[in-house]
């Protein structure tokens, strides 16, 4: 059963420390992105990437997030320094472009900065 | 820049009744496709139904059907003998091109089944 992988799940830390979440895309898709999911914003697109090149990341603040696939079977998304606004659910996502472009959405990582 | 409106944020139905919950949309694309995806409480998002623009005919899948009106942009998404399974929240998105793959999300309205 194919699914996307995502750790950790949860994750407390303390404002101005490192975070980094991880997922492993279904095997095969060559596009994976990076959500995250608040109450006040609802599901924001932060980064996109396709065959492991970032293909948009206008959604992401650049000063202290940073996405990027050391291979295919990995992407991380990076805060640096933490703040407490960017407590949220952060899910990634991977797909197969020019099929049906449906998404398959991972677990989510729970990211509590106090 | 394309929205995406889902104008009930809370809705119930009793078990085993039908509920409809709508989502419209804004664009000046003719080719694109809507989506319905589910977030039960466990948070994991799940395709409910696609539909591509260019095809008349409403998709269905199983309990699940849209009425998508092109021309209103409307894309409603129909439950048929809900189950208490289908306590949710309900995303309406929009993909601008089949190059993009970007979506853009709706709000989302919660679902509660009744029992």
């Known amino acids: 059963d194919a699914r996307v992988t995502q750790t950790p799940r949860h994750k407390v830390t303390e404002m101005g420390q490192e975070v980094t979440m991880r997922c492993q895309p279904i095997?095969?898709?060559?596009?994976v992105f990076w959500y995250r999911q608040t109450m006040m914003q609802g599901l924001e697109l932060l980064a996109y990437?396709?065959?492991?090149?970032?293909?948009?990341d206008s959604g992401m603040p650049k000063d202290r997030f940073s996405a990027e696939m050391p291979d295919a079977t990995l992407a991380t998304l990076k805060i640096q320094p933490s703040e407490p606004r960017d407590s949220a659910v952060y899910f990634c996502?991977?797909?197969?472009?020019?099929?049906?472009?449906?998404?398959?959405f991972g677990p989510g990582t729970r990211l509590t900065v106090l | 820049a394309q929205t995406v409106t889902q104008s009930q944020p809370e809705m119930s139905v009793q078990e085993a009744e039908t509920v409809t919950l709508s989502c419209t949309y804004d664009?000046?694309?003719?080719?694109?496709?809507l989506f319905w995806y589910k977030q039960p409480p466990s948070r994991q998002m799940i395709l409910v139904i696609r539909?591509?623009?260019?095809?008349?005919q409403n998709a269905t899948e199983n309990r699940f059907s849209v009425n998508f009106q092109k021309a209103a942009k409307s894309f409603s998404l129909k439950i048929s003998d809900s189950q208490l399974g289908d306590t949710a929240m309900y995303f309406c998105?929009?993909?601008?091109?089949?190059?993009?793959?970007?979506?853009?999300f709706g709000t989302g309205t919660r679902l509660k089944v009744l029992a």
């Open positions: 664009t000046s694309e003719n080719n694109y496709y």
């Open positions: 990437f396709r065959n492991r090149a970032p293909l948009d």
């Open positions: 998105a929009f993909m601008k091109s089949p190059g993009t793959y970007k979506y853009i």
């Open positions: 095997l095969g898709h060559n596009t």
């Open positions: 996502a991977s797909g197969l472009a020019g099929l049906v472009y449906e998404q398959f």
């Open positions: 539909q591509e623009a260019y095809k008349q």
